[in-house]
């Protein structure tokens, strides 16, 4: 069963809430009643706010734990951006630019976030005791009609396509989706995928199904659903993304920004700022190893990128030791002549340390 409403007015004493401001203690996990991270799109640790093209081929994090891609003959591009509803800072937003205006069956551009399976266990999904869960966020678009979003598990072959409609073109409305838990399928539960939330931008038959049930295929969108890139120069705008356990939506977790910020760090972090300098000393040919350890231990073992132009002086080769979930080891030998070295970052190039789902 699938309930969607418009404008929804949150009653802050229904279904699953508890006392925000007192002592009641909660049955929620550590995240809070939100299993979405950054659902307020404030965390942008790749890019900053700068536009970028969304990929073809492979999806890829824009902002923090939100990925797309866009496997259409259209071009989108997305960013984070200042335009967002009273009460939030930032929004999610993608822009058409050549348009897709006849989708084949197997094309397919979208907007996701994936959950941790630790984040979801308690959902119950799989078992006669699947929870009931509710979607609720904010969205603008210069279109107006039905919009398609599906729910699936981490192998993509449980799905629930369901819809919602924009009224007004370039004006904010929340929508809310409410949706029975799966009682079938295999959903994950540990450090992998637990569930995926899809937002269809432009998503070809083969990949859409008949909103409000589960389905045994892969449907990232609904049948019928609005097509962002079918349409250039569109906008789609989104913000305040919250799901939780209940019937009811509940007004959107404000978490702090430095928690904010942790949650998004088990997944991906930025280590360097810079403008850091290290001048070292040494015997010629002598290996220099340094340990630093991550702000949050990782999901799972990262992958470490180098990004930009690192100044190095009398170092003959340098690179990462295999990292682990809390820490990563890099090495710097010197030529065989030098007493001392240099390696910076002063040209603002860091590292990265990814673990995404």
């Known amino acids: 069963m699938s309930t969607i409403k418009t404008n929804a007015i949150l009653d ?21 009643k939100n299993r979405i991270i950054n659902g307020a799109m404030e965390i942008d640790q790749r890019n900053a706010g700068a536009s970028v093209t969304v990929p073809t081929g492979n999806d890829a994090y824009n902002i923090d734990r939100w990925n797309a891609q866009n496997d259409t003959d259209g071009t989108l591009t997305v960013q984070q951006s200042t335009t967002a509803p009273a009460g939030f800072r930032n929004s999610l937003v993608f822009t058409t630019g050549t348009a897709d205006t006849s989708l084949a069956a197997g094309q397919i551009a979208f907007c996701r976030h994936i959950i941790e399976g630790y984040n979801i266990a308690d959902l119950a999904w799989g078992t006669s005791d699947a929870k009931t869960i509710t979607i609720s966020f904010w969205v603008r678009s210069s279109l107006t009609g039905t919009f398609g979003g599906s729910l699936t598990n981490g192998d993509n072959n449980r799905s629930y396509p369901f819809t919602y409609t924009i009224l007004s073109a370039d004006t904010w409305e929340q929508k809310t989706v409410t949706v029975a838990g799966d009682t079938t399928g295999t959903w994950g539960v540990g450090t992998g995928r637990g569930l995926s939330l899809w937002f269809g931008l432009g998503v070809g038959s083969t990949y859409s199904g008949t909103a409000g049930s589960w389905s045994g295929l892969s449907y990232f969108s609904a049948t019928g659903a609005t097509s962002v890139v079918g349409t250039s120069g569109a906008t789609w705008y989104i913000t305040g993304v919250q799901l939780e356990v209940g019937s009811v939506a509940t007004e959107f977790e404000r978490r702090p920004y430095g928690t904010e910020l942790a949650l998004c760090q088990r997944y991906f972090e930025v280590i360097g700022n810079g403008t850091s300098s290290i001048l070292l000393g040494g015997y010629g040919g002598s290996e220099l190893n340094f340990y630093t350890k991550f702000s949050q231990v990782k999901r799972s073992a990262p992958t470490m990128t180098e990004i930009g132009t690192w100044t190095t002086s009398n170092i003959s080769a340098r690179g990462f030791v295999t990292p682990g979930n809390d820490g990563f080891s890099y090495y710097m030998v010197p030529s065989s002549a030098a007493r001392t070295y240099i390696f910076n970052n002063n040209s603002g190039a860091y590292w990265t340390a990814s673990a995404e789902l």
């Open 12 to 32: 802050a004493s229904g279904g699953n809430t508890t006392t925000i401001n007192g002592a009641t203690p909660t049955a929620y996990n550590t995240m809070g």
